[in-house]
């Protein structure tokens, strides 16, 4: 009595184990884009003084402003670094 019931059980355990590989594979994307966004969270929360300075920055001179100044910084740096 317990030969059919075995069998049916080891059936199940293994498409149980085939359905939960697919569920995997197929949450592999969400998985690494949730990981980059927890390392950006992290980042922000490490260090909200300096990421609230850019955006009262943004917000008072506009992107493109704040764009233009640091493109600029950024080629002064680069000459006097030689």
Same mark, same amino acid.
């Given at each position: 009595?317990?030969?059919?019931? #075995?069998? @049916?059980?080891?059936?199940? %355990?293994a +498409?149980?184990?085939?359905q939960? !590989? $697919?569920?995997?594979? =197929?949450?592999?994307?969400?998985?690494?884009?949730?990981?980059? #966004?927890? @390392?950006?969270?992290?980042? %922000?929360? +490490?260090?909200?003084?300096?990421? !609230? $300075?850019?955006?009262? =920055?943004?917000?008072?001179?506009?992107?493109?402003?704040?764009f233009d100044?640091?493109s600029?910084?950024l080629?002064?740096?680069?000459?006097?670094r030689?």
């Amino acid at each position: 009595m317990s030969g059919p019931l #075995t069998e @049916r059980r080891q059936e199940l %355990v293994a +498409r149980s184990g085939e359905q939960r !590989a $697919a569920i995997v594979a =197929a949450a592999e994307p969400l998985l690494r884009t949730a990981g980059a #966004t927890d @390392r950006l969270l992290s980042r %922000v929360r +490490r260090y909200p003084v300096p990421l !609230a $300075a850019l955006g009262v =920055a943004v917000v008072l001179f506009g992107s493109r402003k704040l764009f233009d100044v640091a493109s600029r910084a950024l080629t002064v740096y680069a000459l006097f670094r030689r």
